[in-house]
Every structure is written in structure tokens, then in C-alpha cells.
């Protein structure tokens, strides 16, 4: 299991957590991901411009990306 750190911020009630996203093995799988995205972004629609106008794939069968963000936000701004 990854090794999780902390580090102490200015109020002592908030601190940020650290996982291991720049070992080796991370960096590794991150870079495999983003060349297959790269890849695979032929074959997925854009959106550009103020109005994010549709830009239909160039390539078929069209892929639609469906994703996670399993970002945690918390903020200690209670009074306790």
C-alpha cells in the first residue's frame, strides 16, 4: 500500500493529504493513459469557441469519455 503523508498548513485544523502520485510505477501508468487518450481523441466530438460549437470526430466509431473525479474536498470552516 502507498505510503499517505501529511503536511502542517497554517490553521492547525486543516491539513493537506499527499499520496505517492510521482513514484516511478504513477508517473509510468499516467503517461500510458494520456498517449492512449491521445489516441482515442480522434475519435471523440470537441467543443470550441464562446458558444462551444460542435466539432464532430474525425474518425468512427465515435467515443464518448465518461469520467470519475474522485477529488475529496473538505474545509474545517465550523466553529467548534
Request: glycine fraction near 2%; avoid cysteine.
Amino acid at each position: 500500500m502507498a505510503k499517505i503523508t501529511w503536511m502542517e498548513i497554517p490553521n492547525p485544523f486543516k491539513k493537506i493529504y499527499f499520496d505517492s502520485h510521482e513514484h516511478e510505477d504513477v508517473v509510468e501508468s499516467r503517461n500510458r493513459f494520456l498517449q492512449k487518450m491521445a489516441e482515442l481523441r480522434k475519435q471523440m466530438a470537441s467543443y470550441e469557441g464562446v458558444g462551444l460549437n460542435h466539432i464532430p470526430p474525425e474518425l468512427y466509431p465515435k467515443i464518448v469519455p465518461v469520467t470519475q473525479d474522485e477529488t475529496t474536498l473538505y474545509s474545517n470552516d465550523s466553529v467548534k
